[in-house]
């Protein structure tokens, strides 16, 4: 009974997964509300702040941080077999539509009513990633400090030509010297 109930978790991973890859267009960032409801809400595989770690990570190691994602829930829900499942459930749909397209390419690039649609969907995109941005940000921005420092830190990578990945490390030791502070205040 216990194979049959651990072979079940694999399938659902993949399942799940392959439905975030089919239906979300744009991106990683484009597919944050859709996971997050999945594994959230309905399957109850992570918390919101497990999900707002899993984005942090995936965001900070190399790769696509849909996959990434994906694959630390599947290791978390199945072990090293769940985190495969997860990540092929994630690539399979790209990977099938984008060897469609590649096959297809010349025959729809110049059409009119492909290129009106995608012009639909990137605005489309746009409100998504600013829902995930959203939602994340009010599980995570909950002191004055937090939005300081997110406000900084969004200011500096708009207004200035600062790589992002400098702001990423320095509000990172922001982040832990504040949380030092706190801990030694609290002993």
Do not use: C, H
Not at 57 to 86: C, D
Not at 87 to 99: D, L, Q, R
Request: proline letters at 2%; aromatic letters at 14%.
């Amino acid at each position: 009974m216990a194979e049959k109930i651990k072979g079940s978790i694999y399938f659902k991973l993949f399942a799940v997964f392959f439905r975030v890859g089919l239906f979300t267009i744009g991106g990683g960032y484009a597919m944050l509300p859709m996971l997050r409801k999945e594994v959230v809400e309905k399957y109850g595989w992570a918390t919101d702040e497990e999900m707002l770690d899993y984005f942090a990570i995936g965001q900070s190691t190399p790769g696509i941080i849909a996959i990434n994602t994906s694959t630390f829930i599947g290791f978390k829900k199945g072990g090293i077999l769940g985190a495969i499942f997860s990540t092929f459930g994630m690539v399979t749909p790209s990977w099938v539509i984008i060897i469609s397209i590649a096959k297809f390419f010349d025959a729809f690039s110049d059409n009119v009513y492909v290129a009106s649609a995608f012009t639909g969907i990137r605005v489309i995109v746009v409100v998504l990633i600013l829902n995930a941005v959203i939602n994340m940000g009010k599980k995570s921005i909950t002191n004055w400090i937090q939005v300081v420092i997110a406000l900084g830190a969004f200011s500096i990578i708009v207004f200035t030509s600062i790589s992002p990945i400098y702001v990423v490390i320095v509000s990172g030791i922001l982040g832990i010297i504040i949380s030092s502070l706190k801990e030694g205040a609290k002993t």
